[in-house]
């Protein structure tokens, strides 16, 4: 029951953001927007995207693409979200506890649809760092090149699709950078143009203290990644199965 609800709410408000045209408000486009890829492609008026190296092959880029396409999918959901139920909302609450719905609404605006104008992304191993770390780095932040990312080979294989969400367990458990869309979110919070010269960062990345941080800390939950990341897949989870797949806390 709830999954029908919250897909036909989040189609209708992708809608109402997603355009400019007055047409579409009338009462036919929920009705018009339920198919997946509508709602896929929609979520974001004017998204931008991270350049993709020349080191990246046909292969990279189509599944670096999926894991972009993925993050749009997964912010238009909690946008959606944000702007329905607003910041009483128990999901609200559990990350981001009485910090600013002002500041989470424009870090995932800015997130998806501010300039990535010199922000890159490589594939080349550039500083060795995959070599050294193989099946644990999935990629890295250039300390020496901070507008860059370097995406390991792990990535490939480790990092999940959305459309396996709630499948592989539940979040708690594999962590929100299971999924490429969300561990993509995570690369972009590390370039300084998209975290606001350091405004959004890595504070607390343990489960117990992103949770400790909502609770008692809120100016930090809303400038924390990791609470970012967990209200994502949060509310993503509650699209994909009406008891959601957050697990227990
Ligand atoms: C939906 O659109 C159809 C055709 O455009 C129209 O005939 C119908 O009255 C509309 N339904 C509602 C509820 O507006
Ligand atoms: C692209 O590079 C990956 C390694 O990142 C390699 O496994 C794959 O075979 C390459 N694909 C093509 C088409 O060359
Ligand atoms: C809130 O968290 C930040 C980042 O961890 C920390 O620097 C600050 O001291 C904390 N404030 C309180 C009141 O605990
Ligand atoms: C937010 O919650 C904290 C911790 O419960 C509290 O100290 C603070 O006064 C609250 N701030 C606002 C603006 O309600």
Same mark, same amino acid.
């Given at each position: +029951?709830?999954?029908?609800?919250?897909?036909?709410?989040?189609?209708?408000?992708?809608?109402?953001?997603?355009?400019?045209? !007055?047409?579409?408000?009338?009462?036919?486009?929920?009705?018009?927007?339920?198919?997946?890829? +509508?709602?896929?492609?929609?979520?974001?008026?004017? !998204?931008?995207? /991270?350049?993709?190296?020349?080191?990246?092959?046909?292969?990279?880029?189509?599944?670096?693409?999926?894991?972009?396409?993925?993050?749009?999918?997964?912010?238009?959901?909690?946008?959606?979200?944000?702007?329905?139920?607003?910041?009483?909302?128990?999901?609200?609450?559990?990350?981001?506890?009485?910090?600013?719905?002002?500041?989470?609404?424009?870090?995932? $605006?800015?997130? +998806?649809?501010?300039?990535?104008?010199?922000?890159?992304?490589?594939?080349? $191993?550039? $500083?060795?760092?995959?070599?050294? *770390? !193989?099946?644990?780095?999935?990629?890295?932040?250039?300390?020496?090149?901070?507008?860059?990312?370097?995406?390991?080979?792990?990535?490939?294989?480790?990092?999940?699709?959305?459309?396996?969400?709630?499948?592989?367990?539940?979040?708690?458990?594999?962590? /929100?950078?299971?999924?490429?869309?969300?561990?993509?979110?995570?690369?972009?919070?590390?370039? /300084?143009?998209? *975290?606001?010269?350091?405004?959004?960062?890595?504070?607390?990345?343990?489960?117990?203290?992103?949770?400790?941080?909502?609770?008692?800390?809120?100016?930090?939950?809303?400038? *924390?990644? $990791?609470?970012?990341?967990?209200?994502?897949?949060?509310?993503?989870?509650?699209?994909?199965? !009406?008891?959601?797949?957050?697990?227990?806390?």
């Amino acid at each position: +029951m709830r999954t029908i609800e919250t897909t036909s709410f989040a189609a209708a408000s992708l809608i109402l953001y997603a355009s400019a045209s !007055p047409v579409i408000y009338n009462s036919n486009s929920t009705i018009e927007l339920q198919s997946y890829s +509508m709602k896929e492609t929609l979520g974001w008026t004017r !998204p931008t995207f /991270p350049e993709l190296y020349h080191t990246c092959n046909e292969t990279n880029n189509r599944m670096l693409n999926a894991a972009f396409q993925d993050s749009l999918e997964a912010t238009a959901y909690a946008k959606s979200r944000l702007l329905e139920y607003g910041s009483d909302d128990f999901t609200y609450k559990r990350w981001f506890g009485n910090g600013s719905i002002y500041t989470v609404m424009g870090v995932l $605006d800015n997130l +998806m649809e501010a300039s990535k104008d010199g922000v890159l992304i490589r594939c080349d $191993d550039a $500083d060795g760092l995959c070599a050294a *770390n !193989p099946g644990y780095y999935a990629g890295h932040h250039r300390e020496t090149a901070p507008m860059e990312t370097v995406i390991c080979d792990y990535f490939y294989t480790s990092k999940k699709p959305l459309s396996m969400f709630c499948f592989e367990g539940a979040i708690v458990d594999v962590g /929100p950078k299971h999924y490429a869309g969300i561990d993509m979110l995570h690369r972009y919070l590390h370039i /300084p143009t998209i *975290n606001g010269e350091g405004y959004i960062g890595e504070y607390a990345e343990e489960l117990e203290e992103i949770v400790e941080l909502a609770e008692s800390n809120s100016t930090f939950a809303v400038r *924390n990644v $990791d609470n970012y990341l967990y209200y994502i897949a949060d509310v993503y989870g509650s699209s994909v199965t !009406p008891s959601g797949c957050l697990g227990t806390l």
